[in-house]
């Protein structure tokens, strides 16, 4: 299996389930993200302990066994792999290569054939389903700003949103999407591009800005 670097995972702890969730694990077609343009590679972890692992639709017949303490191994014919916990729900696993911050990605087949068919759209996904909702309510319950439902806005609709820093009013535009800053958008301090710097609002939310453009919020 194909590994990526993602600093993702590790922030998703709390969301995922844990690898003893032996219902969710097994019986499903687990879809590797990997070179898919050329092969479709199924991972079937069997309650009885068998991997079937399907290339194209030619079948190898493996083992995998839950080692408890999150830890996962999968022995094939002519090696042996040690996977740790990295992220688990009923539509993505992924499992971290022991000692190496590196994972491989499994799809649930149902999510597969629809919208998670690459690692791009599989980080787009979980920071949508996980990030962004923690982010929108720890920002109502640290700055008191009510944050726009994305359902409200309309594709063209610009609005300009306010925020108090500590280097004064910044107003930042904000189009269909949430009302705190958000990367990509246009930041502006008295009415020009707001220089480049950090900017403290609310009580521990910082907004990065440089040349007039929001990068990033942080927290601390």
């Known amino acids: 299996m194909k590994t990526f ?3 993702l995972i590790p922030k998703l702890q709390r969301f995922s389930q844990k690898l003893d969730n032996l219902n969710l694990l097994t019986n499903q077609h687990w879809v590797v993200i990997d070179d898919i343009s050329n ?3 199924v991972y079937i972890f069997r309650a009885n302990n068998d991997l079937l692992i399907s290339q194209n639709g030619k079948v190898e017949k493996a083992k995998w066994e839950y080692l408890g303490n999150n830890a996962l191994l999968i022995d094939k014919k002519d090696e042996s792999y040690l996977f740790k916990h990295g992220f688990f729900d009923e539509n993505i696993l992924a499992l971290k290569v ?6 491989a990605f499994l799809i649930n087949e149902n999510k ?4 998670l068919n690459s690692l791009e759209k599989v980080i787009d996904f979980l920071t949508k389903k996980y990030i962004e909702p923690q982010l929108r309510k720890n920002i109502i319950e640290t700055t008191g700003i009510e944050l726009i439902d994305i359902k409200q806005l309309k594709e063209t609709e610009v609005v300009i949103v306010a925020f108090e820093t500590d280097k004064g009013k910044i107003e ?3 189009n269909n999407s949430f009302s705190y800053p958000e990367p990509g958008k246009k930041a502006f301090l008295n009415g020009k591009p707001a ?3 950090k900017y403290k609002f609310g009580f521990m939310w910082y907004v990065h800005i440089e040349n007039g453009m929001v ?4 927290m601390l």
């Open 98 to 103: 022991d000692s190496k911050d590196e994972y």
């Open 215 to 218: 990068i990033e919020v942080t």
């Open 5 to 7: 670097i993602s600093d």
């Open 112 to 115: 597969y054939d629809g919208e």
């Open 195 to 197: 220089a480049t710097g």
């Open 39 to 41: 092969n479709k590679n």
């Open 172 to 174: 930042i535009e904000q």
